[in-house]
């Protein structure tokens, strides 16, 4: 086989072409199996950051692309905010405040509820996040605190059914326990990595 380029003639041998070939396609494999790879090192990473909220997104959005696009979006967002653990005075008052509103459970299952709601709100504030809509709150807080984002999921909306005057006494008592367990993720400190200097 043989060419001009710039004037010059090159003679190639059916095998020097190919080599050439497989060299080609070689490389051609080499770059799609590292993209896979890739690909799926970060559905991974995103699917143990996210845990439930990983699904929720390849449902709520057409290619798996591009509900990995918005998890990594709000990863981006929350690194934006400037998040802080409650100080020894604020946990306590925050402690006491749910103890408070726990014992209202009782004879006002329904109060309770609602209060619990807003508490979970004004602790969270407390923290760092900002006002905003459930659904952008809960986005915020699921790049830190994947696992009871199900349990804050179920109890807000159970107390958003309260005003419908649709939530059994059982959903009341439900939504104590998602409330109770997003307010125990949510006052502790979050515990920090050490790095060797």
């Given at each position: 086989m043989q060419f001009e380029f710039n004037g010059v003639f090159y003679h190639f041998t059916n095998t020097q072409v190919g080599v050439a070939a497989l060299v080609v396609v070689m490389l051609i494999f080499v770059a799609v199996a590292g993209y896979v790879e890739h690909r799926r090192t970060t559905t991974l990473a995103l699917r143990n950051r996210f845990g439930s909220e990983y699904d929720r997104e390849l449902k709520r959005h057409s290619t798996t692309r591009l509900a990995e696009g918005k998890l990594a979006d709000r990863a981006t967002h929350v690194e934006t905010l400037e998040i802080r653990d409650l100080g020894t005075t604020e946990r306590e008052r925050f402690m006491t405040e749910w103890y408070t509103v726990q014992s209202r459970f009782v004879d006002h299952p329904r109060t309770a509820?609602?209060?619990?709601?807003?508490?979970?709100?004004a602790l969270l504030e407390a923290r760092g996040y900002?006002?905003?809509?459930?659904?952008?709150?809960?986005?915020?807080?699921?790049?830190?605190?994947?696992?009871?984002?199900?349990?804050?999921?179920?109890a807000h909306s159970i107390a958003v059914r309260l005003g419908k005057a649709?939530?059994?006494t059982e959903?009341?008592?439900?939504?104590?326990?998602?409330?109770r367990t997003v307010f125990d993720e949510h006052?502790?400190?979050?515990?920090?990595?050490v790095t060797a200097a």
């Open positions: 509820v609602t209060e619990a709601d807003d508490l979970i709100n900002p006002q905003a809509s459930f659904e952008q709150r809960a986005s915020d807080v699921s790049v830190t605190y994947p696992r009871v984002m199900e349990s804050y999921r179920v649709e939530a059994t959903e009341l008592r439900t939504a104590m326990i998602q409330y006052v502790q400190p979050v515990a920090r990595e």
